[in-house]
């Protein structure tokens, strides 16, 4: 059993930053895959982006390529996600997941997940 819990969640402008921390409960959490997923009000949950288990392999949805940076902290149980030049429509309710994902495509789905965060709002203004 794993239990997430996000953090760094707020408003920025337009072009701004935000970190994102989630912090894992238990001794397993290098054994997951983590990845970050977004929801705005009336669209479904996307993936964002998602990290192998040791930390050596990032995946990115084309959205936030090149302005979201995802690692992690196996010793301090942590995922992080850097967010920079952001957006409008980076608006959503951002969660981090815990899972066993292998292909690059499972890793995009949320089904692959096991664990989930209870979410922290990010609101970008223009």
């Known amino acids: 059993q794993v239990q997430l819990v996000e953090s760094g969640g707020g408003l920025v402008q337009a072009g701004g930053s935000l970190r994102l921390s989630c912090a894992a409960s238990?001794?397993?959490?290098?054994?997951?895959?983590m990845g970050w997923f977004r929801q705005a009000p009336g669209k479904e949950r996307e993936f964002a982006a998602a990290i192998n288990r040791s930390g050596g392999s990032t995946y990115y949805a084309d959205s936030v390529k090149g302005r979201f940076t995802i690692s992690r902290d196996n010793a301090k149980n942590t995922v992080y996600l850097q967010m920079n030049s952001l957006k409008p429509e980076d608006t959503a309710v951002y969660y981090c997941?815990?899972?066993?994902?292998?292909?690059?495509?499972?890793?995009?789905?949320?089904?692959?997940?096991?664990?989930w965060g209870q979410g922290t709002q990010v609101t970008v203004s223009s």
């Open positions: 997941a815990a899972g066993t994902p292998v292909t690059t495509a499972q890793r995009m789905g949320v089904n692959w997940y096991d664990y």
């Open positions: 238990g001794r397993t959490f290098s054994r997951y895959a």
